[in-house]
């Protein structure tokens, strides 16, 4: 029951992360150029793992700043 709530969860924010993506025209590659900094380089596959509901906390701040970014 509680792995059904958390794979539903990681669904509905994948669906939503990657709807805002394609709204602007964003793949998962230019989105970790845009959140690369001189302090953090973001790989694509960390991109997908975030938009994949991953719970780790560099996902976490990967979806924070995307959200800020794709204004969800």
Same mark, same amino acid.
């Given at each position: 029951m509680v792995e059904q709530a958390i794979d539903?969860?990681?669904l509905e924010i994948e669906?939503?992360?990657t709807a805002a993506l394609k709204r602007?025209?964003?793949?998962q590659k230019a989105m970790a150029a845009l959140l690369?900094?001189?302090?953090? *380089?973001?790989?694509p596959s960390q991109v997908n793992?975030?938009? *994949?509901?991953g719970n780790?906390? *560099?996902?976490?701040?990967?979806?924070?700043?995307m959200a800020k970014i794709l204004g969800i």
């Open positions: 539903d969860a990681a669906l939503k992360y602007h025209g964003l793949s690369t900094t001189q302090d953090e *380089k973001v790989a793992r975030a938009v *994949k509901g780790e906390p *560099k996902s976490q701040r990967i979806r924070f700043q």
